[in-house]
């Protein structure tokens, strides 16, 4: 029997290892069962090559948990090692001081390099044995323990089969690892997906002898596929493996490339409703079917986080603990492959499926406004695919029915950005040249501006998901000679130009008198009052908020900084008064001042109700005053 120390320059290797190695303690089974699977990939590739002879038996790993003696057990059937290896890799741990240690190794990938996993094994456990028997049947069987110190024992002991057998009796603060369902949240977690069957077993637990034994893992995942073997079928399935409650996803983008760096994976395109909630599911990210981490927001590009799925690369960096992402020319590398692959993915689909793809938009929109703000590469290719939905306007679809009878189906109309351009040429340009995009945040409250715009020959567009505010702003700046104004930003008359010389059939003193009788005060807003010269069949009065401190309070609701200034602050209203409209005519002749006042205050409340200003006591004051007024 051979006794000694582990070769390390200090004694406090091991505390520092149990502190610093890893960030979570549950950590360690993933180690031990990563081992053991590299150790029967590593016998299946000699057995290839014809350099381990005879036959493999069943190549599975085993974690069998005994409560009672309070040991966790990790078996495999692989490779296994000599004497001499394990003197080499479990004794020689050569590092100069637990000092440079941390200061050399705290930010490198050393796992895999220095073998460090197996060490993992004494933040729970207070000895840890190991029994191993190498492939090479010449080879004795060899027994090695450890307390947690420099101490070791290394001895020959009775031939066993081959590979390695782990025995960790767990220390007392590490009782939770003594549970059953503990051990199997961890394995589901972290080795769902690993190449060689894993079977748990309880010792506590009772089997019946007909009952079937079950590995916890699918060794062979869809990513590992070719494409071409898959079907729809396939991809859902996997979906729901991976998001059991989640709904059928949109579509996917199978990721495969060896060169110049090795990724694979699925990305799934989820449904997500207009006002999204936080997302629970979120990409996995794995590294040779293991799982690292599902933070991945520096492989991921950002406006992508939405997304569902996997991603598998070796070529991946992690830190000690494999928690976080370091700094690397290849995640930036991979960055802009997946951001490539799913502009690729999109057109393709805009290009075939175009009625498909303008169905799927509510949910698509989200990705493709965000992708456009914060990647160039993806705008270039984006400015394609993007779609606006007209907010008036239908497409009739004719339907064959199994009965062969035909039906018109009507669906939203959309454009493309350079589609939209071509539809308004003509009349959606300004004074300074720029094209002018007249959209809408809430078609059912802004119905009446639609039309009115609609009746002047504009088209306007759908822009009311969360993330338009921000969009519209970015894309004045991106997209050349562009302006967007939001339907109920002005009267019609002045959307596109604003027109000062409207001729009005008042005279000067009835307009002032008109205006004075709608100069009141409104709480919590700031109310500026015009009258002008519109058309006999506009509205006595529109309410408008001015473009730029609308823009101003949607970002601030959102965002801070600047912007959360202007949240603060009453909203900006322009009451319009069409002094064409005969109604004035019949109200500046009325003697009764407070009947005047009553049917004016009416009128601005109607134009206030369709801006949803109206609210609280001044709703309630109104429909008092409306009921007064059909005494």
């Not at 823009?551 to 603060?568: E, I, L, N, P, S």
């Not at 069409?578 to 005519?585: D, E």
Request: proline share 3%; hydrophobic share 35%.
């Amino acid at each position: 029997m051979q006794k000694g120390q582990i070769r390390v320059q200090t004694e406090n290797i091991f505390p520092i290892i149990k502190k610093f190695l890893y960030s979570d303690h549950e950590i360690f089974l993933r180690e031990l069962v990563s081992n053991a699977t590299d150790a029967t990939q590593k016998l299946k590739t000699l057995s290839s090559i014809g350099e381990a002879k005879g036959e493999l038996g069943d190549l599975r790993i085993d974690v069998v948990l005994n409560a009672k003696e309070k040991t966790l057990t990790i078996e495999d059937r692989g490779v296994g090692m000599s004497r001499e290896e394990v003197d080499k890799y479990l004794n020689q741990v050569a590092f100069s001081g637990a000092e440079e240690f941390l200061s050399k190794y705290k930010d490198a990938n050393i796992i895999g390099h220095f073998g460090l996993g197996f060490y993992s094994a004494f933040m729970v456990a207070e000895k840890v044995e190991v029994i191993t028997q190498s492939y090479n049947a010449d080879a004795a069987t060899v027994y090695w323990s450890c307390d947690g110190s420099p101490e070791f024992e290394l001895y020959e002991v009775e031939k066993k089969q081959r590979g390695t057998k782990i025995i960790l009796h767990v220390n007392e603060e590490s009782k939770e690892f003594l549970e059953a369902g503990r051990i199997k949240s961890i394995l589901e977690k972290f080795c769902k997906f690993l190449p060689i069957p894993i079977f748990f077993t309880d010792v506590a637990e009772e089997k019946k002898k007909e009952e079937e034994e079950k590995s916890i893992n699918n060794t062979n995942p869809i990513w590992v596929k070719k494409p071409s073997e898959l079907t729809k079928e396939d991809y859902e399935k996997f979906y729901r493996e991976l998001y059991p409650f989640g709904e059928t996803p949109l579509f996917w983008i199978h990721l495969n490339v060896d060169y110049p760096f090795n990724l694979t994976g699925i990305l799934y395109f989820p449904k997500i409703k207009q006002s999204y909630e936080i997302q629970k599911d979120k990409i996995q990210l794995y590294s040779n079917q293991v799982f690292v981490t599902d933070e991945v927001k520096d492989i991921v590009p950002e406006f992508l986080m939405l997304l569902h799925g996997v991603i598998d690369s070796p070529d991946i960096p992690l830190n000690v603990s494999r928690s976080y992402l370091q700094g690397d020319p290849n995640v930036r590398k991979i960055n802009n492959h997946i951001t490539k692959k799913v502009a690729d993915k999109l057109e393709e689909i805009f290009r075939n499926e175009r009625t498909e793809f303008e169905q799927k938009w509510e949910s698509l929109g989200l990705f493709v406004k965000y992708g456009m703000m914060t990647d160039e590469k993806f705008l270039e290719k984006a400015n394609k695919f993007l779609v606006m939905e007209d907010a008036v306007n239908k497409t009739s679809t004719t339907i064959t029915k199994e009965d062969g009878t035909t039906e018109e189906k009507s669906t939203a109309k959309f454009y493309t950005f350079e589609e939209y351009k071509t539809a308004t040429e003509a009349l959606q340009k300004n004074k300074e040249g720029k094209h002018v995009i007249v959209y809408t945040t809430d078609p059912v409250q802004q119905d009446a501006y639609i039309q009115a715009a609609h009746a002047k020959g504009y088209v306007v567009v759908k822009m009311e998901t969360l993330v338009d505010a921000a969009f519209i702003n970015n894309m004045e700046m991106k997209w050349e000679n562009v302006h967007f104004v939001r339907v109920d930003a002005d009267i019609v008359d002045n959307l596109i130009d604003k027109q000062e010389n409207n001729d009005s059939v008042l005279s000067k003193n009835e307009s002032e008198e008109l205006k004075k009788l709608f100069e009141f005060p409104v709480n919590d807003l700031h109310v500026t009052v015009e009258v002008k010269g519109l058309n006999n069949d506009a509205p006595p009065v529109v309410a408008t908020r001015p473009e730029f401190m609308r823009r101003m309070k949607d970002m601030g609701a959102v965002g801070g900084g600047m912007a959360a200034f202007y949240a603060t602050m009453p909203d900006e209203v322009t009451l319009t008064v069409n002094g064409n409209h005969n109604i004035y005519q019949t109200l500046l002749k009325e003697s009764d001042i407070e009947k005047k006042e009553k049917q004016i205050r009416n009128l601005a409340d109607l134009a206030l109700l369709s801006q949803g200003l109206l609210k609280g006591a001044e709703l309630t004051n109104f429909i008092n005053r409306s009921v007064d007024l059909m005494k």
